[in-house]
């Protein structure tokens, strides 16, 4: 029997990335997987036959996060679906750099509101149907630049600092109701996107991270198991570092 039996999963951005690494951790052990995307293209369905493959039930739902009515008609979807909802992790999201001196207002409003604002939408949707449950737990995928900031990200830093403060306010809110609210604050993850940048700069990464390595979507996806599972029963409103040190 595995650790997510019966438990049902909502997971934003999960086509691919650390989205889909966390989704196949759950779907393996045992729990049924909703996940959203902007669109469900190839690669969106190829996850959910991945997802499949593990014997639970899968669904994929086209619907952008960052819009408020849509995120809670979609919800509404995934309950009549699956009966229930016991797990939200918050992951999607973009960057779109720059240094606050160049950086215009749309690259600043777009990061917020995919960043942070689908986080709101998805608890404000999420949390009464945990709350008749009197069980839930909420995961935020934050940043180590959320703790600590970074030049150039001054819009993504803020949107992933935004998501401490709102899983550390929902966990005192809601904890009443027995629901969990908690961050992982990873650090280099190796995905598409490092995996985009000249060697050079991943290795200057790597040689600040006292475990000399960047961390993989699994190791991250092992954080949510343990965040999403009962095994964090009498854990809520923390930030989990991911990071190999890096930002100890």
């Known amino acids: 029997m595995g650790l997510l039996e019966g438990k049902v999963a909502v997971i934003t951005g999960a ?6 690494a966390i989704a196949l951790k759950y779907a393996s052990e045992g729990a049924s997987i909703a996940f959203t995307d902007l669109v469900i293209n190839e690669a969106a369905e190829q996850t959910v036959r991945e997802l499949e493959a593990f014997g639970v039930k899968v669904k994929a739902y086209a619907s952008n996060a960052a819009d408020f009515e849509e995120t809670h008609k979609v919800v509404n979807e995934i309950l009549a679906e699956f009966g229930h909802i016991d797990i939200l992790v918050n992951n999607a999201g973009i960057t779109k750099d720059g240094l606050m001196l160049r950086m215009e207002e749309k690259q600043w409003d777009a990061v917020i509101a995919v960043n942070l604002k689908s986080a709101f939408n998805f608890i404000h949707a999420c949390t009464p149907i945990m709350a008749k449950q009197r069980t839930g737990s ?10 600590s900031g970074n030049a150039g990200q001054c819009n993504y830093s803020a949107s992933k600092a935004g998501l401490i403060g ?23 993850i190796i995905t598409d996107m490092t995996n985009a940048l000249p060697e050079k700069v991943r290795q200057e990464w790597e040689t600040k991270i006292p475990l000399r390595r960047g961390g993989t979507p699994e190791d991250v996806a092992n954080v949510a198991l343990f ?12 930030v989990i570092h991911c990071c190999g040190a890096m930002n100890c």
Not at 138 to 147: A, T, Y
Not at 166 to 188: D, V, Y
């Open 166 to 188: 709102l899983a550390k306010s929902i966990a005192k809110e809601m904890g009443p109701r027995g629901i969990r609210a908690n961050c992982i604050a990873p650090g280099f």
């Open 227 to 238: 965040l999403g599972s009962d095994l964090s029963s009498y854990v809520s409103g923390q």
């Open 138 to 147: 909420i995961i935020n995928m934050s940043s180590v630049v959320g703790v």
């Open 15 to 20: 086509a691919r990335g650390i989205g889909k």
